[in-house]
């Protein structure tokens, strides 16, 4: 054993590929282990850094953290329990209807996600709104029905039954699963608990997703449990907070283990001073990406593989674009993913058997951003050669130019996800930072940041396992919420929400201390949702601490009411400062003092297996910003900054990492920050929108096909316009139909009225939009302004759609 196991902590990232392990010893030094994940790879992690053979008992005492992606696997894979829903009569095909979303929007065949429950049981069990108990089922007609359901194979429950937020309707779904629990089921989701507002479509989705996940979860984490006896075994969950092994449940292990590397862009963000940040972690088959300005952004309904899910979350955002992403060209444009070619057989460039298309990892091989000297087998670099080679005759462009052309794809596929998570939540993302982990992230960071006008660059020294550090930062936390009845922000309203809240902070502080949380380190935050009355988009803003008194609460209803007309300008572009603001939903946030220290120290020598500096270059050629760069230095990024008045690093260069490489695009500037990190930053002009600047040769009107590379980049640009118009269209909308059926659709056209790009809306409306648009150009062409706004809806226009 390498050291006396008391004190020691291991924080663990257990991924659908690698299973990433921290370790801090009794003596405050860090160790890393990196294996291929397994059931059994986080005990192997342990083991191993423990110094222990394989299959040797573990010693009491430790203190472990996990975040995991099973519970996302077993989502993608369909791999859950037999899970049946105990719903409203009247009600039992809302599952299958659910609303109008269409992730393939031109699809001939349509084929749904099935939902994941495999059995519904309507019962005769209904509340109003104003919670009057309406209809209650016959006790022993509904046990038989139990019985038979049990019979036929499903072992999990969830039950929602309408407007199931009123205390009349919690009550009721408490008997019937007390019912249910006398027929054999082991576990039963109540509705109510998973999700406490309006909303019975997410509610019931959110219910069924807690009761596919959680068993076989919990199996799962008991096997963990039982290897680690005498030991402290919390997990990460999708809000960020950390709870005991004995409350993690399926519904808050969706984004387990990427959540861990949301908290560590956060604690890294907080030790070096910057105010906003962008988290950026780009891995073989996705890239990440986040924000962080001072507090966690979370979102409370989220979809994930095709399934609405409510619970705190926080704000991620994925695109597929990762080392694996296929390279294509359909003899018009370049596409990079969503497909992927896996780990086996890999990229091209790994020569195993039935490796075919090109994938990113070949195009950064061609472009000098990786050096095979750093991988453990021989890399088949004339295989990339020759299909490069192949699309150059495709295309008419060079081969250098086809690559570059794809690396260009990448990095604005890239660049739209952090606008997801920034511009288009109303933040200007030239005034972040941008922390930048996982294996690829180096080999794309400076080209991202340059399309985006970020200028500051962060790389930390455990950039390759920053998910498992973060979630050695994480603290306890619990989060609860509860109807508010949608009173009117006014006089009396905080006072009335009293009881709600203190109910909600007792749970949370029995929950809190049941995990090991010291009574006087828990720290409460109280939230409101607040809307406009008449619209359907609520803003979660924080209440002032503590609670005020009937003195100060008109102070305290102008402050809160300020913050929600800032944040709805900011979100949605306007304002209504006279418009009646109602309460919508109460939520509380519990957290326990978190360890900021708790994967901090210094890191143990571990040797890189066949590390040899004398079999690494000295100088590489290198392209980038679309030239050719000739004895590009390549550094180890352990001997950065140790020679005498060595304290800054020039652009073009390459730095090597033990799991990652580092590429400095010409025009930055590196230099050491604290903590062993490096910060690189461009001081050059913004990147202009002109071909030149860009690598490339502008279009002409003589041209006889558009430039493949432009003509992807310039696509998924306006894409993303249109979809971002959805988002502030379905957010701000007053109608049902915009708001919940999703019954619209966004799309930008030329001067002429022709439809360049569309958003995944409905189908129906883009047939006759171009006619509509070109009936307003022809009707006003001489009296349109900018910042003019038409609305039609004639029938013989193209009109559908009542304007909303």
């Known amino acids: 054993m390498a050291d006396d196991t008391p004190g020691w902590r291991f924080f663990i990232d257990r991924g659908g590929t690698f299973t990433d392990c921290v370790a801090r010893d009794p003596a405050g030094r860090l160790r890393v282990a990196k294996l291929l994940s397994s059931d059994d790879a986080p005990l192997a992690a342990i083991r191993q850094l423990l110094g222990l053979p394989d299959g040797a008992p573990l010693p009491g005492?430790?203190?472990?953290?996990?975040?995991?992606?099973?519970?996302?696997?077993?989502?993608?894979?369909?791999?859950?329990?037999?899970?049946?829903?105990?719903?409203?009569?009247?009600?039992?095909?809302?599952?299958?209807?659910?609303?109008?979303?269409?992730?393939?929007?031109?699809?001939?065949?349509?084929?749904?996600?099935?939902?994941?429950?495999?059995?519904?049981?309507?019962?005769?069990?209904?509340?109003?709104?104003?919670?009057?108990?309406?209809?209650?089922?016959?006790?022993?007609?509904?046990?038989?029905?139990?019985r038979a359901m049990f019979a036929r194979g499903v072992r999990s429950l969830a039950i929602a039954v309408l407007h199931a937020y009123t205390p009349a309707g919690k009550a009721l779904e408490r008997e019937l699963a007390a019912l249910a629990r006398t027929c054999g089921f082991g576990h039963v989701t109540l509705s109510h608990e998973v999700s406490g507002g309006l909303g019975l479509l997410a509610r019931a989705e959110t219910a069924v997703t807690d009761a596919y996940l959680t068993p076989p979860l919990r199996a799962r984490v008991g096997r963990l449990a039982a290897a680690l006896p005498g030991s402290r075994l919390h997990f990460m969950q999708s809000s960020g907070d950390l709870c005991d092994a004995s409350r993690f449940r399926g519904r808050d292990a969706i984004v387990s283990g990427p959540a861990g590397g949301v908290v560590a862009v956060a604690e890294l963000a907080r030790r070096l001073g910057l105010g906003q940040v962008i988290g950026f972690d780009m891995g073989g088959t996705s890239t990440d990406v986040c924000r962080h300005a001072g507090e966690f952004e979370r979102s409370y309904e989220t979809r994930v593989a095709g399934v609405r899910v409510r619970t705190p979350m926080l704000a991620l955002h994925t695109v597929a674009a990762g080392g694996g992403s296929i390279c294509a060209y359909d003899g018009r444009r370049f596409s990079v993913g969503p497909q992927s070619v896996g780990a086996d057989p890999g990229p091209l460039c790994y020569g195993r058997p039935g490796a075919g298309p090109l994938a990113l990892t070949d195009i950064s091989l061609a472009l000098g951003r990786i050096l095979p000297h750093r991988f453990p087998f021989p890399l088949a670099r004339a295989r990339v050669d020759a299909a490069l080679e192949r699309l150059s005759e495709k295309t008419g462009l060079s081969a250098p130019a086809v690559a570059q052309g794809f690396f260009a794809v990448a990095a604005s596929s890239m660049a739209a996800a952090i606008r997801a998570v920034s511009v288009a939540r109303g933040h200007d993302v030239r005034e972040h930072a941008m922390i930048v982990f996982g294996?690829?992230?180096?080999?794309?960071?400076?080209?991202?940041?340059?399309?985006?006008?970020?200028?500051?660059?962060?790389?930390?020294?455990l950039a390759g396992v920053l998910s498992a550090k973060g979630i050695g930062v994480a603290r306890l936390g619990w989060h609860g919420e509860a109807d508010a009845g949608r009173r009117v922000l006014e006089p009396g309203a905080l006072r009335e929400l009293t009881p709600t809240f203190e109910a909600l902070v007792a749970r949370g502080r029995a929950a809190l201390e049941d995990d090991g949380a010291a009574p006087d380190a828990i720290r409460v935050t109280r939230r409101v949702d607040l809307r406009y009355r008449g619209t359907q988009t609520p803003l979660t803003i924080a209440l002032p601490e503590p609670l005020p008194d009937d003195e100060d609460e008109r102070d305290a209803l102008e402050e809160l009411r300020a913050r929600f007309v800032a944040a709805h300008r900011r979100a949605f572009g306007y304002a209504r400062p006279e418009h009646p603001v109602e309460l919508v939903r109460a939520r509380v946030e519990?957290?326990?003092?978190?360890?900021?220290?708790?994967?901090?120290?210094?890191?143990?020598?571990?040797?890189?297996?066949?590390?040899?500096?004398?079999?690494?270059?000295?100088?590489?050629?290198?392209?980038?910003?679309?030239?050719?760069?000739?004895?590009v230095p390549v550094r180890l990024r352990e001997t950065l900054f140790t020679a005498p008045g060595e304290t800054a690093l020039e652009g073009p260069a390459l730095i090597l990492e033990a799991t990652a490489t580092i590429v400095l695009d010409p025009g930055w500037r590196m230099e050491q920050a604290a903590g062993g990190c490096l910060i690189a930053r461009d001081d050059r002009p913004v990147l202009g929108d002109t071909e030149e600047e860009r690598g490339g040769a502008a279009p002409t009107a003589g041209d006889a096909a558009p430039d493949p590379v432009r003509l992807e980049i310039m696509g998924n640009r306006f894409m993303a316009i249109a979809e971002e118009m959805g988002v502030a269209l379905q957010n701000t909308?007053?109608?049902?139909?915009?708001?919940?059926?999703?019954?619209?659709?966004?799309?930008?056209?030329?001067?002429?009225?022709?439809?360049?790009?569309?958003?995944?809306?409905?189908?129906?409306?883009?047939?006759?939009?171009?006619?509509?648009?070109?009936?307003?150009?022809?009707?006003?062409?001489?009296?349109?302004?900018?910042?003019?706004?038409?609305?039609?809806?004639?029938?013989?226009?193209?009109?559908?759609?009542?304007?909303?």
Not at 765 to 778: A, Y
């Open 733 to 804: 909308a007053q109608s049902v139909n915009i708001k919940e059926r999703l019954d619209f659709s966004c799309a930008l056209f030329n001067a002429a009225g022709e439809l360049v790009a569309n958003a995944p809306h409905v189908p129906v409306h883009l047939g006759s939009m171009d006619r509509s648009v070109e009936t307003i150009i022809r009707r006003n062409a001489d009296t349109v302004r900018p910042g003019d706004v038409f609305a039609l809806n004639a029938p013989y226009d193209g009109g559908t759609h009542l304007p909303d």
């Open 61 to 146: 005492g430790l203190t472990v953290r996990m975040g995991t992606t099973v519970a996302t696997n077993a989502l993608l894979e369909r791999a859950g329990a037999r899970v049946g829903l105990v719903i409203t009569r009247g009600f039992g095909d809302l599952l299958e209807i659910g609303d109008q979303a269409r992730p393939q929007l031109f699809a001939l065949a349509i084929e749904k996600p099935a939902p994941l429950c495999e059995e519904v049981l309507e019962v005769d069990a209904r509340v109003s709104p104003a919670g009057e108990l309406l209809a209650r089922p016959d006790p022993r007609a509904l046990q038989h029905d139990f």
């Open 439 to 461: 294996g690829a992230g180096g080999q794309f960071a400076c080209a991202v940041a340059r399309e985006l006008g970020v200028r500051t660059l962060v790389f930390h020294p």
């Open 590 to 631: 519990l957290g326990a003092a978190g360890e900021p220290d708790a994967s901090r120290g210094e890191l143990a020598t571990q040797a890189r297996p066949g590390e040899d500096r004398g079999s690494l270059p000295e100088h590489v050629t290198l392209w980038a910003d679309g030239r050719r760069h000739e004895r």
